[in-house]
């Protein structure tokens, strides 16, 4: 499945270690125990309660996609887990409450945001062999402040009507497509990453055209969400557009008789390429140890945990995501939108040039 994007990967496989605090809880809370010598018992219980571990998670993932998760983690370790969903605004408040900050994890998406807070020294560096091992090093900073998860390819959402076998991200400008496009937001930084991703491919110039071609082959203002291209899709309005893939997995799993459903029923999903190549553009979603991380300990036992089977597991089922690790099976209906050959431009190149992304996109009024 991934083995172009894994050529490069140490195979190598870690197993993970019970944690400690995890065994005591479940030793602590053992009826055999307490029936055996409760006040000894009751006294050692006690002793681990007043010790038991939390961290402080912030993210701006949705709490749905977290919650299978971050439950699976506090049973596995006995850590519990108190968070803090930011929609917006995750690296200001981390930097403005400075040293005394009570976070331990930063987790965010897009490889972006990744960078904009591992630039700002939010994050820490840390040396873990369970990370370095499972994770492929293109998919981690080389000093060890962040790492990716999951990976989210960028894909064609089409009319179930049309015919198409394959797709180039360039063929959006083409102009058979005229008044039949949906996309969202030029700056929302899911389109500004393969925006920056197309200038590290083709340089400004041929960025420019192209984009310039899909802004005059929209069907409506260049806004809303992922989701809204199927909507609009089932809705008549367009015939074709570019959305992330676990939307369209979770869209084609709703409950029957949902819109969610309508709208994912509607669409057809085919993996886009890079015309010179033959990739599918890839973000990822990832996390760190907060800089000053009151629980480091427990910071680093979370993220562990997140690169382990069980928890990659729930990144492929629940959030419809491609796992990091190897030999994590997709979800099915994933499965069926075809193989993914992922991009190998580095991401921390394409990341580069995101700021020309952004301005490109404001100079020929893309979103307006
Ligand atoms: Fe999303």
């Not at 039949?180 to 389109?191: A, D, E, L, M, T």
């Not at 340089?203 to 005059?216: D, N, P, S, V, Y």
Request: charged share 20%; glycine share 8%; hydrophobic share 45%.
């Amino acid at each position: 499945m991934l083995q172009r994007f894994y050529l490069c990967v140490d195979r190598l496989i870690k197993r993970l270690t019970p944690h400690l605090i995890g065994a005591n809880l479940t030793r602590c809370f053992s009826p055999t125990r307490l029936v055996a010598g409760a006040a000894v018992a009751l006294t050692l219980c006690a002793g681990v309660q007043a010790q038991t571990q939390s961290i402080n998670l912030y993210t701006t993932r949705e709490p749905g996609l977290m919650k299978p998760l971050l439950e699976a983690f506090t049973a596995q370790t006995g850590i519990k887990v108190a968070t803090v969903f930011l929609k917006d605004g995750l690296l200001e408040r981390v930097k403005a409450e400075g040293v005394s900050s009570p976070a331990d994890v930063l987790m965010v998406v897009d490889i972006g945001n990744l960078l904009d807070l591992s630039e700002s020294k939010l994050f820490q560096a840390i040396d873990s062999n369970v990370l370095s091992a499972a994770i492929p090093a293109p998919l981690r900073s080389n000093d060890g402040s962040w790492f990716a998860f999951s990976l989210r390819d960028r894909v064609l959402y089409a009319d179930k009507s049309l015919q198409l076998k394959s797709f180039h991200y360039e063929d959006l400008a083409n102009p058979a497509y005229k008044g039949k496009v949906c996309i969202r937001s030029g700056q929302h930084p899911y389109n500004n990453a393969l925006i920056a991703s197309m200038i590290a491919h083709r340089g400004i110039e041929q960025t420019e055209q192209w984009l310039r071609g899909i802004k005059a082959n929209l069907a409506r203002k260049a806004a809303g969400g992922d989701r809204d291209v199927a909507r609009d899709i089932l809705g008549g309005i367009c015939d074709l557009g570019l959305a992330n893939a676990y939307y369209a997995g979770q869209m084609k799993t709703a409950a029957a008789g949902t819109e969610a459903r309508k709208w994912g029923d509607a669409i057809q999903v085919i993996r886009p390429t890079f015309a010179q190549t033959g990739g599918t553009f890839v973000n990822i979603s990832g996390a760190g140890v907060a800089a000053h991380a009151p629980n480091k300990a427990g910071a680093i036992a979370f993220l562990e945990y997140l690169i382990s089977q069980p928890a990659q597991n729930l990144y492929a089922r629940v959030n419809f995501e491609y796992p990091v690790r190897q030999g994590v099976a997709l979800d099915p209906t994933v499965e069926s939108f075809g193989l993914l050959t992922a991009d190998l431009t580095p991401l921390t190149e394409i990341a580069k040039h995101r700021k020309e992304a952004s301005l490109l996109v404001d100079r020929i009024g893309f979103d307006r």
